[in-house]
């Protein structure tokens, strides 16, 4: 697929225009809400205006960077899939996350350990609920499948 093909931000895709080292948050909590949810590409060197197609000056310093970030700043860390593309003689990295069956996955930064996911074209902080769904996601259970600590016999239903 073309990166022109991309028209804005969506859920399923995001864009940066540069690889920000120094606030990796800014693009891990993307990496975050895409494996809480459906899978998705994060695509660097595209602005979000889809006019302009910037590209990255260094496509494998910024590879290692980014494999590096992903490894040592998410946990658990999500199945990724690094992707160098080039398109009217410029370099894109395209970062494939796949869909998490360890849910919740978490960025690890700030001081802090958040959960995102993905509501609409924007990655937003898990609320206790969200959590709470990622967690029995994730332990490959669902709420109706959940023993209670009563037991059958102490039931009347008089």
């Known amino acids: 697929m073309k990166i022109r093909a991309y028209i804005g931000e969506a859920t399923e895709y995001d864009k940066k225009e540069t690889l920000e080292e120094r606030r990796p948050k800014s693009w891990l909590k993307s990496v975050?809400?895409?494996a809480n949810g459906s899978g998705g590409v994060l695509?660097?060197?595209v602005a979000d205006d889809d006019v302009?197609?910037?590209g990255l000056p260094d496509v494998k310093t910024a590879s290692e960077k980014i494999s590096e970030a992903v490894k040592s700043k998410m946990d658990p860390i999500p199945s990724i899939e690094l992707q160098i593309r080039q398109?009217?003689?410029?370099?894109f990295i395209?970062?494939?996350v796949a869909a998490g069956a360890e849910t919740p996955y978490y960025y690890i930064g700030d001081g802090g350990r958040i959960a995102y996911i993905r509501v609409g074209n924007e990655s937003v902080q898990a609320t206790a609920t969200d959590l709470k769904r990622l967690?029995?996601?994730g332990s490959n259970s669902?709420?109706?499948s959940l023993s209670t600590l009563y037991r059958f016999e102490s039931f009347a239903f008089t």
């Open 94 to 96: 395209l970062l494939h």
């Open 52 to 54: 302009v197609l910037k």
């Open 135 to 137: 967690v029995l996601r």
């Open 43 to 45: 695509l660097f060197g």
């Open 142 to 144: 669902t709420y109706d």
């Open 32 to 34: 975050s809400a895409f």
């Open 87 to 91: 398109e009217e003689g410029k370099n």
